[in-house]
């Protein structure tokens, strides 16, 4: 079946512009994380839904950081206001549902560069 | 604070030579043990899951194992395709988030 899907797969956007990236899990997986990785760096995680409300965003660098996922499948990472240090490839994931023994499954990430 | 180091950052093999990535780590309490693959400009891939001291699972020329501090994966006559880096990654008890390591940049040389 269809795997973790992230749009776009690229975003070039200018200091202070508001900026929107998509994720689309795999279908029938209740559990849906954000991660940001930086060149040459692990994966570091930013929040994590289960349905549609958030049960951990404790990785959220500040408030210009915000996410959703309204009817418990899509989900929107938004940022305000952005800075060059934004600049990463930001992942999406799913799992069957939460527990941390299930496999997250990642998409192919979007590359946002903030200039 | 949970915390995983990966070692070495970078190995170059020739192919057919084998060899053991480490991933060393610190936990309050470990849930799982996940292992990935991620190739330049794509996200990580699943490869295992290890849940206790002891276990082992193998694909192909990879197997993964686990103990109380840490956990190798071992790579068998290699090929080039299995030039990537390798990712490690936990999770615990308190939270359902992974907590990586910085990789290994695995290349096999033909």
């Known amino acids: 079946g269809a795997g973790v899907s992230q749009t776009p797969s690229n975003k070039v956007t200018e200091k202070g512009k508001y900026v929107e990236l998509r994720c689309d899990p795999i279908?029938?997986?209740?559990?849906l994380y954000w991660y940001r990785q930086s060149l040459g760096q692990g994966p570091e995680f930013l929040i994590y839904?289960?349905?549609?409300?958030?049960?951990?965003d404790s990785g959220l660098p500040n408030d210009r950081f915000f996410a959703v996922r309204p009817e418990g499948s899509v989900s929107t990472l938004k940022i305000q206001r952005t800075e060059r240090g934004d600049s990463a490839v930001y992942l999406c994931a799913s799992s069957l549902t939460s527990g941390g023994y299930h496999t997250q499954y990642f998409g192919p990430g979007t590359r946002l560069t903030v200039l | 604070e949970d915390q995983v180091t990966q070692s070495p950052e970078a190995l170059r093999l020739q192919e057919g030579e084998s060899s053991s990535l480490n991933c060393s780590y610190t936990?309050?309490?470990?849930?799982?043990l996940f292992w990935y693959r991620q190739d330049p400009g794509k996200g990580p891939e699943f490869l295992f899951t290890l849940y206790s001291a002891g276990e082992e699972k193998e694909k192909e020329r990879l197997k993964a194992t686990l103990t109380k501090k840490e956990s190798f994966l071992h790579i068998t006559a290699p090929k080039p395709e299995d030039s990537a880096t390798y990712l490690c990654?936990?999770?615990?008890?308190?939270?359902?988030?992974?907590?990586f390591g910085t990789g290994t940049r695995l290349t096999i040389i033909p």
């Open positions: 839904f289960q349905g549609t409300g958030a049960a951990d």
């Open positions: 990654a936990l999770t615990n008890f308190g939270n359902e988030k992974l907590t």
């Open positions: 936990v309050s309490g470990l849930r799982g």
């Open positions: 279908s029938g997986h209740t559990a």
